[in-house]
Structure formats: C-alpha cells, structure tokens
C-alpha cells in the first residue's frame, strides 16, 4: 500500500504520459517523487539503471519512458523503436 510519503520513481516525467501521471500524484498529495531527464539516466544503459536504483531505492516505479519519433519515423524505423523500448 501507498502511502504519501512513498518514494517513486517516474521514468519519463517529462512526457506526454509521464507528467500526466507526474501531475496527478502531485494533486493527490504524493510528494516523494524522483524524475530523471534522459541526460541525467539513460535507462537503454544497464549499469547506469542498477547505479540509479542502488542509491535512490525507490518504493515504487512508474514506466512511462519510450522512445518514440513520428509517425514517419515510427514507419520507416520499427526495428529501431521496438529495440530502444526493449531496452528500456
């Protein structure tokens, strides 16, 4: 059970979806929350995740994270955007 003081973790707080759900457990009074920038973790980096996760240990884990283009790039690229989402 959540609590308001759990600590979460957002990936991609930033994006359409991820400050949706960033903004929305800030209106319901959760206010331990934890945002990365993609210049800041990497999450397609492995090692750089583990590091993130051993010092922060977050309670909880949003995964809004993708990588996503338009809707050409989307068409021509699919191999290249279903390997990023993997790896993320």
């Known amino acids: 059970m959540l609590n308001k003081s759990t ?3 957002v990936a991609g707080h930033q994006g359409l979806v991820g400050s949706a759900i960033w903004n929305n457990l800030i209106s319901r009074g959760y206010y331990n929350l934890v945002g990365k920038t993609q210049k800041e973790l990497d999450l397609t980096d ?12 977050p309670d ?3 995964l809004a994270a993708a990588f996503v283009g338009g809707i050409m790039a989307n068409s ?3 191999a290249d955007f279903i390997m990023m989402n993997m790896k993320i």
């Open 60 to 62: 909880a884990v949003v």
């Open 46 to 57: 492995q090692l750089a995740v583990r590091g993130f996760f051993e010092e922060e240990k």
């Open 7 to 9: 600590k979460i973790y």
């Open 76 to 78: 021509l690229y699919r």
